[in-house]
């Protein structure tokens, strides 16, 4: 092939298939080459150790190219997406036990998802049931499952599942620097949160992902909490025991991703991604979402979200105060291609 051949020949690849051969999630800010890229995220899905010393935290990346053909999801190839990252996360090869080593039989379960652009993402319906169905079949039953913000679209699920109490707790609790509120009354019954944020970016935080959607969306008056991008009050409503103490799972729903003026997008800038994020850790997911993020904004040809490969703020003072590693080189970030 020619060299005016294989100029032609990338001009003809879609935006959607270069996204899904990339590795920017890898990035803090999309900077580095694709190949590389590529190499050195194969590589550590191939040579992850459950002993590793040198990682403090583990992020598994899967994506598709078929999970959502013409904006509707599959639900057998997420629920494929789904096991498969449960399976890399855990070490574990059956679904249920890899839910097991995550989660107590007797937990009652938080799902906080994101209500917030829901209706334009138009994914969360799928998600919701994906993630109740194999939680039912790993052997909890669904009173002990809330769904909070996962919409109407769920109708039939919220009947069958555990009504979470959407009253505020009594107390207020002081978060540090940035104040005190309350938080919402599900809190008290849930032993445990399984965080399902979308990636957006954010006109005040830059991003929004995981740490946010606990932060703001847990709290009665989640506007006091603007200020300084919202820095350092996510990292220390995030820290506070009522979150902290109970978060056992993140996954990421970045089956489409806004990749440009937050929640009130419009569906030119709603990039179907076809990929989802697990980690424990907030921080080190935020951190690799935020790579994510940037590598689709490419595809549009948008600038980084910040300058010099910069993280946003609340990233940052959330490892320094140790709720997480932001440091891309501790972070294991294994792919899985279906």
């Known amino acids: 092939m020619n060299r005016e051949e294989r100029q032609g020949d990338r001009a003809r690849q879609s935006r959607r298939g270069f996204l899904r051969r990339s590795v920017g999630a890898a990035l803090a800010a999309g900077l580095a080459q694709p190949a590389r890229l ?58 249920a036990d890899a839910w097991h080593a995550l989660l107590d039989p007797r937990d009652v379960i938080l799902l906080k998802f994101n209500q917030s652009a829901a209706e334009r993402i138009g994914t969360t319906q799928a998600a919701a049931e994906v993630l109740v169905e194999s939680l039912v079949k790993a052997g ?71 740490m946010k959607n606990l932060s703001h969306g847990l709290i009665r008056r989640p506007a006091r909490f603007h200020a300084n991008g919202c820095d350092p009050a996510i990292a220390e409503i995030v820290r506070s025991p009522q979150i902290r103490d109970k978060l056992r799972l993140n996954i990421v729903n970045a089956l489409r991703v806004i990749a440009h003026t937050g929640s009130k997008a419009d569906g030119e800038v709603v990039e179907t991604a076809g990929t989802i994020l697990l980690g424990t850790n907030p921080v ?47 972070i294991e970030m294994p792919l899985v291609k279906l």
């Open 38 to 95: 590529m190499s050195q995220v194969i590589s550590a899905a191939s040579t992850l150790k459950d002993d590793s010393h040198d990682a403090l935290a583990r992020v598994v990346r899967v994506t598709s190219d078929r999970v959502m053909p013409l904006r509707v999801v599959h639900r057998n190839i997420l629920t494929d997406a789904l096991n498969e990252g449960l399976r890399l996360l855990t070490g574990k090869s059956r679904i």
């Open 140 to 210: 909890w039953n669904p009173n002990q499952l809330m769904l909070l913000e996962a919409g109407d679209m769920t109708g039939d699920l919220l009947r069958q599942t555990r009504r979470p109490d959407r009253r505020w707790q009594g107390t207020l609790v002081n978060f540090g620097e940035s104040g005190s509120d309350s938080f919402i009354a599900a809190l008290d019954e849930a032993t445990a949160i399984i965080n399902v944020p979308f990636l957006k970016t954010h006109h005040l935080a830059t991003m929004t992902s995981c």
């Open 284 to 330: 080190a997911s935020d951190a690799v979402g935020f790579g994510l993020l940037n590598e689709v904004r490419s595809l549009r040809s948008f600038p980084p979200l910040l300058k010099n490969a910069s993280l946003p703020r609340q990233i940052v003072t959330a490892e320094r105060l140790g709720l997480g590693t932001a440091d891309l080189e501790r």
